[in-house]
């Protein structure tokens, strides 16, 4: 947590950079939200961002393995054809440096860097009644002055580290996924660690096992995890793609999650076996979220249809790995329910576990007590490594948020204001905070949504507002309490009638101890959501209120 700094109130106004909006974040939101107001708008924009570089999650996360699980031409901006046009992707499913490779075009094309100062952070940010201004302070001793206050910093972006005894005395190497070294790690001849098995791990176990003289994983909750079926891209489906990219995009506008998936049936339930059988191989087949979004309607709602698409998986599980232990051991057990938390995908991920110098540990049934200077102590051994690294997960939604000191009305806190929880409406503003606005937030369709085009969409609805608020001569705006508080239980209504808030999971907190447990994303699907945001536009911004 950043220290507190003193009161914004002590600079006087001729020392601070005066500008319309403040963007904190410089990947995927805060690039086109950068992009739309300085050169749509023509607004004062500063952009504030922690690393060296563009990227956001993409410049931080570039462990081996890091790669997006939508396809890559699904998995980008939309706003711009020629860019689409420009652009090509590698592989269905680019990786890491292609996908920050690509971010660095966009900000070169657009030419977004004069606007942002990097290596950078955001310590306070507070809003000043009567003036309707934002008094923002940062770490390289600046402070700024702004109508609009936009921190783009990320829904998974505040990785997290569990705390556990004695970590600080480990002499090895030590890393954490979401925090990795930008210069690569070398594996070779050492014994490596891994502590998690969610969706990063999978993509970074089978290349570390690969590398590594020894791999041991400890594992908690075995993952559901499906194959990618990755392949390269080559310039005939480039070609194809563009010439298609109006349709593509159309489809994925016009789909739940933002990306389509048009052989997705009604219910498992209402199958026989063999037809399930059938479908859900070929869904495995296909590969990505196929299975988990594209194959029955009804297996995230319905536990008996859950559990016919959770017992194809354990199979598939069993066939690969040839240990029949090893396999118990990697098959999630009846509570945990397929999909309920977002399906990781992967590529050799249960193969690796047929390697020898890979061991697994069930460190649910043996669990973690210290870890030593030389490695970690569960209840029943002790395990020594060179390497240990932290795949551990993020303070979604909240956690990025949180590191800032952010203050609305009557110096009222973000952190204490949302300490039962998010308070927003449509996850794009919360009440008490004017003139801040969040993009892909809690309580918005957020993560389970296409991110690109989720990140679109917000960032084109905030413009529009702002625009709206210039134009009409509108000094602030914030949610209406009451509007608030309908929202929040919507989207807990429409959430309940899935099995999602039933998985323990960052989707609701429960991976980060002492996080008030509620679940974070609006789960009516894009298109209806979209058609909400816009209706409160077009009719005044209803539900907001505007001074
Ligand atoms: P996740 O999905 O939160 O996974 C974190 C993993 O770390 C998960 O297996 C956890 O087990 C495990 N974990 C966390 N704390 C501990 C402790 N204290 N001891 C043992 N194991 C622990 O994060 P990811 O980064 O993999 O994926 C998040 C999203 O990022 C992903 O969906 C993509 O959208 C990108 P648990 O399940 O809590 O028992």
Known sequence: MTEHPENTENASSESRINVDALVVGAGFSGLYMLHLLRDRLNLKVGLIEAAPSVGGTWYWNCYPGARCDIPSYHYSYSFSEELQQEWSWSEKYAAQPEILEYLNYVAKKFDLAKNITFNCRVLSAH????????????????????????????????????????????????????????EG??????????????????????????????????????????PLQNKPLTEKDNEEIKENYSALRNQA????????????????????????????????????FSLWLGSYQDILFDEKANETAAEFVRAKIRERVEDPSIAEKLCPPEDVYYGAKRQPCETGYYEAFNRSNVTLVDVKQTPIQEITPTGLRTTRETYNFDVLIYATGFDAFTGALFRMDIRGRDGQRLKDQWAAGPRTLYGLATHGFPNMFTITGPQSPSVLFNMPLGIEMHCDWIADCIDYMEKNDVGSIEPDKAKEDEWIAHVKEVADTTLLPKASSWYSGAN????????????????????????????????????
């Not at 940062?138 to 580290?161: C, M, R």
């Not at 999650?257 to 052989?263: A, D, L, R, T």
């Not at 009516?524 to 009719?539: F, L, T, W």
């Open 253 to 288: 506008w016009n789909s739940f999650g933002g990306v389509p998936f048009p052989n997705a049936r009604a219910s498992a339930l209402a199958e026989s076996q063999a037809q399930r059988a059938e479908h859900y191989e070929s869904c495995w087949q296909e590969g990505g």
């Open 127 to 182: 809003f000043i009644e009567g003036p309707n201004r934002w008094h923002i302070k940062t770490d390289d001793g600046k402070q700024y002055e702004a109508k609009y206050f936009i921190p783009a910093v990320g829904t998974l972006s505040d990785a997290n580290v569990p705390e556990i005894p004695g970590q600080q005395a480990f002499e090895g190497e030590c890393y954490v996924t979401g925090r990795w070294p930008q």
């Open 185 to 226: 790690v070398n594996f070779t001849n050492k014994r490596v660690a891994v502590i998690g098995t969610g969706a990063t791990a999978v993509q970074v176990i089978p290349l570390i096992a690969k590398e590594a003289d020894h791999l041991t994983v400890f594992q908690r909750t075995p993952a559901w995890a499906a």
């Open 512 to 547: 980060i101890p002492g996080k008030p447990q509620i679940f974070m994303v609006y789960l009516g699907g894009g298109p209806r959501y979209q058609e909400i945001i816009e209706n409160s536009a077009r009719n005044g911004y209803k539900g907001f209120l505007l001074e």
